[in-house]
């Protein structure tokens, strides 16, 4: 089992900035693939970007060049920095861990942090 909560979402004026934050906790040696997912209402959830194996990164299009995802292992933590914030960025944002467990892929997901970017 693997746990995630996250962590830093706001209130945040366009233009701005906030770095979320994911606490992972459990059985995390066996990971595929890591990263931040958001849904806006009314939306489908969709991924932002992504850490996978081999360390490589990805990002969706809307996400490129405005947000860094990162990782330090020492913490088991995950970041996403997000600058240049637009309104069209409010969601509620996922963690979202991918981890080989008994010869198969099983999906863990935080519960969430709301990030709101209004003036």
């Known amino acids: 089992q693997v746990q995630l909560v996250e962590s830093g979402g706001g209130l945040v004026q366009p233009g701005g900035s906030l770095r979320l934050s994911c606490l992972a906790s459990?059985?995390?040696?066996?990971?595929?693939?890591l990263g931040w997912y958001r849904q806006a209402p009314g939306k489908q959830r969709e991924m932002v970007a992504e850490i996978i194996t081999g360390g490589s990164t990805e990002y969706s299009d809307s996400a490129k060049g405005r947000f860094t995802i990162s990782r330090d292992n020492a913490k088991n933590t995950v970041y996403l920095q997000m600058n240049s914030l637009k309104p069209e960025d409010t969601a509620v944002y996922y963690c979202?861990?991918?981890?080989?467990?008994?010869?198969?892929?099983?999906?863990?997901w935080g519960k969430g942090t709301l990030v709101t970017v209004s003036s």
């Open positions: 459990g059985n995390i040696f066996s990971i595929n693939s």
């Open positions: 979202n861990f991918l981890i080989w467990e008994r010869g198969g892929l099983v999906d863990y």
